[in-house]
């Protein structure tokens, strides 16, 4: 009994603190992603066949910071002066990001230069927008790389740094997920079951590192009562977000992050404070009996004609919050290519990874919730209490920070 009590008590405490957990969401800040756009460079007949243009969306103030400016110039929150600041410190961004960002042909590296620089916003963030291109040597048969290795994690600004890459060469369409482990795409490789993988690891990790989405789920396994009700949530959220990530993600519905990231926030909130009254009122879903009685699909006759206000709106409210979240995927993502079918190949991946984790997280915590709560009723009480609060608070502190401006 002593055992069983530890290792449920344990392992709850183990995936709601886990640094893995936390360590790269609790503003987004920790952790950055680089847009590339590469496509072949106008012609006008006199050049090569292979040259390149290459669209580059970087955070403005990594950049800056990466690039050894002083704070003058990453601090700067104007966008007049930001692209002053482009123009004054014009060859240190460029030396910066020639070193880490290149394309070759036919195993040639391509001579770059930068063309224009610009500042354009994403999920209203600054990012420098820088145009290059690129001179390749070569008939038009051979094919091309492209590498990114910029922000990494020895600059210790930001770590697990992603450059997604929409790509449009040697006659190919695709989109690609460079890192460290895979900093290359090369054309002419058969690549679409490699996108496919990489964008379900890229959804996968999403929701794994993003401590907003996480809580959320936790909140909802906390509040549940029985197996069904951990269904009909966990497909209802499901459902909801990944019609409006799909449609976001293609350009079809747009909404502010100035709207969308304090929804969220409010959304963990609303369902933690409902979790407490539960648990304060004694209902926050203590099967009694044993583990097979929590695992039950159905709730005995006499329960089930007890249902809170919760339980009878916990579908639509739910749905709801995850039509907002499934937005908030989508800004994650920063997809702003034009429709094709390998982008939605690349969007089902992506939405089938953040599954995945959700379901896995499922599979983990609900089992040894049920096991605290048979095996030790009382400690649950309090365990689950401070951790529904905690979640509560850094809610709040969201909504508020969101609302502000500042997170």
Known sequence: MRFGRTVALAGLLAVVSSPAVGQTAWAHDATSDVYAEVTPAASDGAGPTADVTAVLDLEYDLLMKSAWLRAEAYEATDRDDQLAQLDQHERAVDGYVTDRFAVAYDGEPCVPTLDAADVVERGERPYASLTYSFACDGGPEGVHEVSSGLFPDAESFVHSTETIVAYTLDEEEGSAVLTAASPTLTTGENRLLKQVGEFFVLGG????????????????????????????????????????????????????????????????????????????????????????????????????????????????????????HGVGFAGALGIEAAWS???????????????????????????????????????????????????????????????????
């Open 341 to 407: 079918w390998t982008l939605l190949w690349s969007l089902l991946s992506f939405n089938v990874g953040i599954e995945a984790v959700q379901l896995g997280i499922i599979a983990v915590v609900f089992p040894l919730l049920v096991l605290l709560r048979v095996r030790a009723s009382r400690t649950a009480r309090w365990v689950l209490g401070a951790a529904t609060a905690a979640i509560a608070v850094v809610a709040l502190y969201w909504l508020v920070e969101r609302l502000a401006g500042t997170g």
């Open 205 to 324: 990790e999403h929701l794994l590192f993003g401590l907003d989405h996480v809580l959320f789920l936790l909140a909802l396994l906390i509040g549940a009562r029985r197996l069904r009700d951990i269904v009909w949530t966990a497909t209802a959220f499901t459902v909801a977000h990944s019609v409006t990530f799909l449609l976001a993600a293609l350009g079809v519905v747009s909404v502010p992050a100035a709207v969308v990231e304090p929804i969220i926030a409010a959304s963990i909130a609303v369902v933690a404070a409902v979790d407490l009254y539960l648990i304060w009122r004694g209902r926050a879903g203590a099967p009694s009996g044993t583990v097979r009685d929590g695992l039950r699909w159905r709730a005995d006759a006499g329960a089930r004609g007890a249902l809170t206000a919760w339980e009878r709106w916990r579908l639509p409210v739910v749905f709801a919050f995850g039509l907002v």
